[in-house]
């Protein structure tokens, strides 16, 4: 039972309405800089909060949803106005135009009432926000093809001539034997301020899953653009990597191709697909293998297209995947925290990065934020490194970014500042930042917020992941925190360009650079293993709410689908 005395919700509240500029306010171009430390749980009493120097502005507002747009789901609880997994991009030919989308109205049990956009002019200051037509309540019908009462999974990508395109999951509509499901992809002609009606990439019945979709419109050839997701049988833990593509900007789709198929008993999920400045496609994603005795396993991995996708390389190994998952550092409930979902993005010189949270470093303690990278094209990868090695605290899901100038940079959230009294999760985002993947120095992003009012979909929940761009060489935040103590708004999404001021004063108060620290050289013990598949058994429980799915010759446990 915790007994220090808690930073207070009103303490956090305060801190927030501090630095929160709300569709207004302050901004200016800046630097960013910044990259954690280690995780773990923080001795009591924790440090003061840090200081945050860069304004916050609000992306996100009241739902536009009504009560029964959706037809009434039973999907367990619905967290009305709660906002998660944020993604955005950069229009290359105007920087100051940003398009984002997440989940609006979470529920408990898989998938939120609809998915938002919203479009900024002025480099992430204020925003205008519409809904995508992918469900009933975002302005779907039969006739658009956005007739089903969930949605989640938001991607968004701009192309070389302005286009905008989304994609995201769909489901939830009845079928013979179950609920159907479908990944479905639009685009704006006006940089975001109304959507054509949605392209259907795919939809299966009950006796197929789609999952964890990602949209690239391709830098280098303005027709291009490309989607990616894993499929596979309900019955079964297979789920092969799928692609589609459309060569008229996104007019038009061919039809969906398996591009990896790990077999038997190993499924695919978190494929995003970047596009290397000579052309070449890189595509991320996680294998999860269903073992003996009820055990799992993950590994990075990429393929590679050097035509556009019409053909793929064999996959290329990255790293093994010890992640072992966040929990409150007292009490132990679950943190849903994307485990499963590296993030990757490719330097202008070609260099690709990928990061992932991993308990390597700490023989299974907590997670520390991990990093490899490859400069060949993704042939090979260095070993993985720990870029917050002085970070007290569990840290998780990353995600990742190169700037134009060739800094790294990389957001994640972790616990330091908790405390021992069981009420609150105090939790901040983090921006780190290197120019050699070696030093790194961070930044806080946020105040603390209590993680501990945000939606609880087997786990408190932000998303899956977050997103994280540049204007130019200013580093900006895409993510979502909770609005302390108003149940009645959990969560809202955030911009925060980090601004040259903030860069200048956080170079006087923040803790030294530190240096990347190299994997170690033994191999994972047993135990670390062990938690390994502990946590990867409960990431698969998490997306258990639609389709079932069950690997009976593997003897691991029926799992199902949680998007």
Same mark, same amino acid.
């Given at each position: 039972m915790r007994t220090s005395k808690p930073l207070s919700r009103s303490l956090l509240g305060s801190l927030i309405a501090l630095t929160v500029v709300a569709l207004s306010g302050c901004g200016g171009g800046g630097v %960013?800089? #910044?990259?954690?430390?280690?995780?773990?749980?923080?001795? @009591?009493?924790?440090?003061?909060? !840090?200081?945050?120097? *860069?304004?916050?502005?609000?992306?996100?507002?009241?739902?536009?949803?009504?009560?029964?747009?959706?037809?009434?789901? %039973?999907? #367990?609880?619905?967290?009305?106005?709660?906002?998660?997994? @944020?993604?955005?991009?950069?229009? !290359?030919?105007?920087? *100051?135009?940003?398009?984002?989308?997440?989940?609006?109205?979470?529920?408990?049990?898989?998938g939120s009432r609809g998915l938002m956009s919203a479009a900024s002019f002025d480099g992430g200051k204020t925003w205008a926000r519409t809904p995508l037509p992918m469900s009933l309540c975002g302005g779907g019908t039969a006739a658009n093809g956005g007739a089903y009462p969930l949605a989640s999974d938001p991607w968004v990508s701009i192309g070389p001539t302005g286009?905008?395109?989304a994609s995201g999951l769909s489901f939830g509509a009845a079928v013979p034997g179950g609920t159907n499901s479908a990944i479905l992809a639009a685009r704006s002609l006006d940089g975001g301020r109304t959507w054509q009606n949605p392209s259907t990439?795919?939809?299966?019945?009950a006796t197929f899953t789609n999952d964890k979709d990602a949209i690239t419109a391709d830098p280098t050839n303005q027709n291009m653009v490309y989607a990616v997701w894993d499929r596979g049988p309900t019955n079964t833990n297979q789920a092969p990597a799928t692609f589609a593509r459309s060569s008229d900007a996104g007019v038009t789709w061919?039809?969906?191709?398996?591009?990896?198929?790990?077999?038997?008993?190993?499924?695919?999920?978190?494929?995003?697909?970047?596009?290397?400045?000579?052309?070449?496609?890189?595509?991320?994603?996680?294998?999860?293998?269903?073992?003996?005795?009820?055990?799992?396993?993950?590994?990075?991995?990429?393929?590679?297209?050097?035509?556009?996708g019409a053909t793929w390389t064999a996959p290329v190994k990255i790293a093994d995947l010890l992640t072992v998952g966040a929990t409150d550092p007292f009490t132990g409930a679950a943190v849903r925290d994307g485990s499963d979902l590296p993030q990757m993005a490719a330097a202008p010189n070609g260099a690709l990065f990928v990061t992932w949270a991993d308990g390597r470093f700490t023989n299974g303690a907590h997670d520390a934020i991990a990093l490899s990278w490859s400069t060949d094209g993704g042939s090979t990868w260095?070993?993985?490194?720990?870029?917050?090695?002085?970070?007290?605290?569990?840290?998780?899901?990353?995600?990742?970014?190169?700037?134009?100038?060739?800094?790294?940079?990389?957001?994640?959230y972790d616990f330091r500042y908790d405390t021992a009294n069981n009420g609150t999760l105090p939790t901040v985002l983090w921006l780190t930042g290197s120019t050699d993947a070696t030093h790194w120095t961070e930044n806080a992003?946020?105040?603390?917020?209590?993680?501990?009012?945000?939606?609880?979909a087997k786990g408190l929940f932000l998303g899956d992941y977050q997103g994280l761009t540049s204007i130019g060489n200013v580093t900006e935040p895409f993510f979502v925190m909770t609005n302390n103590g108003n149940l009645?708004?959990?969560?809202?999404?955030?911009?925060?360009?980090?601004?040259?001021?903030?860069?200048?004063?956080s170079l006087m108060t923040r803790t030294p650079t530190t240096m990347a620290q190299p994997a170690p050289a033994q191999p994972p013990s047993a135990a670390l293993l062990q938690k390994v598949s502990a946590?990867?058994?409960?990431?698969?429980?998490?997306?258990?709410?639609?389709?079932?799915?069950?690997?009976?010759?593997?003897?691991?446990?029926?799992?199902?689908?949680?998007p």
């Open positions: %960013s800089v #910044g990259i954690g430390d280690g995780g773990g749980t923080p001795p @009591p009493p924790p440090p003061p909060p !840090p200081p945050v120097t *860069n304004p916050l502005y609000l992306v996100s507002g009241p739902t536009p949803f009504v009560n029964g747009c959706d037809g009434n789901p %039973s999907n #367990g609880t619905l967290y009305i106005n709660s906002k998660v997994e @944020p993604y955005v991009a950069v229009d !290359p030919l105007n920087m *100051n135009h940003l398009v984002g989308v997440w989940q609006q109205d979470r529920w408990s049990g898989g286009i905008v395109f990439l795919i939809v299966d019945g061919q039809a969906p191709t398996t591009i990896y198929d790990p077999g038997v008993n190993a499924q695919t999920i978190g494929n995003e697909i970047v596009v290397l400045p000579n052309g070449t496609l890189v595509d991320l994603f996680t294998q999860i293998n269903y073992l003996p005795n009820n055990q799992q396993s993950a590994e990075a991995l990429i393929a590679r297209s050097s035509d556009q260095t070993a993985p490194a720990d870029i917050n090695p002085t970070d007290p605290a569990e840290a998780f899901e990353p995600s990742i970014h190169v700037r134009p100038d060739g800094t790294i940079a990389v957001a994640y992003v946020t105040p603390p917020f209590d993680l501990n009012i945000a939606p609880n009645n708004n959990r969560t809202d999404v955030f911009s925060a360009p980090q601004t040259v001021a903030s860069f200048m004063l946590n990867l058994a409960q990431v698969i429980q998490r997306r258990d709410a639609a389709i079932h799915r069950s690997a009976p010759s593997s003897g691991a446990p029926a799992q199902h689908f949680m």
